[in-house]
């Protein structure tokens, strides 16, 4: 069965860098899009970053991330990367990779991420 599960989330200062992964199992991992999302308390899942299937050359972030945020994959590892940096305190949220898979989405567990001084 399709697993997403998600890692690498943590208290950082702001101004300071992550990066998250989310390591996929249970289909062709090369042959799909993968999404990160985030929630922050109070407030809707939004999506962050969109990476293209395959060698993952075409990527899209939100506008509140561009120049701060990389998506990449490594299909080797069937493993998603955010690489985060310039993080700000709105920034801090529970952050999730989603796949959808013959028409169906499937979500990690999600990592926390949390920025504070």
């Known amino acids: 069965q399709v697993q997403l599960v998600e890692s690498g989330g943590g208290l950082v200062q702001p101004g300071g860098s992550l990066r998250l992964s989310c390591a996929a199992s249970?289909?062709?991992?090369?042959?799909?899009?993968m999404n990160w999302y985030r929630q922050a308390p109070g407030k809707q899942r939004e999506l962050v970053a969109v990476?293209?299937?395959?060698?993952?050359?075409?990527?899209n972030y939100a506008d509140a991330v561009k120049g701060r945020f990389t998506i990449s994959r490594d299909n080797a590892k069937n493993t998603v990367y955010l690489q985060m940096s310039s993080l700000k305190s709105e920034d801090t949220a529970v952050y999730y990779c989603?796949?959808?898979?013959?028409?169906?989405?499937?979500w990690g567990q999600g990592t926390q991420v949390t920025v504070s001084s």
């Open positions: 989603k796949v959808n898979v013959n028409g169906r989405d499937y």
């Open positions: 990476i293209s299937r395959f060698s993952g050359g075409i990527t």
């Open positions: 249970g289909f062709t991992f090369s042959w799909y899009e």
